[in-house]
């Protein structure tokens, strides 16, 4: 065991030297942060409750000739739980057998910490003038890519005089106006008939929707809103039931599914 001193104070009760402790049959060993001014009354209990608890009681102790292990109370201490004490001397530190280097206070183990290699500081240097090329780079081609035509304006007629007349590039592709005396070989689009809307009876009903009651020449009657086949909604008609062919069928289909919800409810 050995006592390294001059450490420069740390954690919250300002550690300034350590303890270190190694056992020669588990290899084990235990630093152990302390004050350089305790005495051997001091350091008695901490070897106590940190070595011997653990460990067991030592039967020999090998350590240099510090005064906290040289006083009369550390060997009277020792002698009495049956513990031989071994000194060695400044010029004998191999002594201690589980290193031949003696523990040097900090200043004499600074030299033995490794150095930044040389090209270390060069690599620091080409990498933050690289960083700084980069984003010099990256702030140019920002701003020329603003002077860039982004988007387009174009005239519109006026059926469509409340459009935005603004649109992205991406949207605009390029228009070629052929010239029939140029391709006279090319097919022309089949003309495209007109479709005229004949307001007959669109024919066969699909389905009736819904019925209400109306009053007519002082009479009530009952007209049913009826849907065709491959129509669209705006053409679905009011008819009446003499008016709708199969009328009996398609209204037996609706009471019968009415019935359906109403036991199911």
Known sequence: MDWV?????????NFNSCLIIVDSFSKRMRC????????????????????ISTCGVPKIII???????????WTKLYD?????????TAYHPQLVEKGSNPLLPVDHLK??????????KDFHEMWKRACDAAAKSKAEAKK??????????????????RKQPVFPVSLVKPYFQT??????SRKKNPTQLEIVEVEDFPGPVK??????????????????????????ADKNKWLAEDAIPDGNLHLRIIRASRRTEQSHQ
């Open 179 to 184: 010239e029939e005396g140029k391709f006279p």
């Open 207 to 232: 389905k009736i929707i819904k019925a209400r009651k109306i009053r007519l020449n002082g009479k009530d009657q009952r007209k049913y809103l009826v849907t065709f086949p491959n129509q669209t």
């Open 32 to 51: 152990l942060p302390r004050h350089k001014e305790e005495t051997a009354m001091d350091t008695s209990p901490l070897f106590w409750y940190d070595i």
């Open 5 to 13: 001193t001059g450490l420069v104070p740390g954690g919250k009760e």
């Open 111 to 120: 030299k033995y910490l490794l150095t930044i290699h040389p090209t270390a």
């Open 80 to 88: 009495m739980l049956g513990t031989k004490l071994a000194f060695s």
């Open 144 to 161: 020329y890519n603003k002077k860039r035509e982004n988007a387009v304006e174009v005239k519109l007629t006026e059926e469509f005089s």
């Open 63 to 73: 350590s240099d000739r510090d005064p906290k292990f040289t006083s009369e109370f």
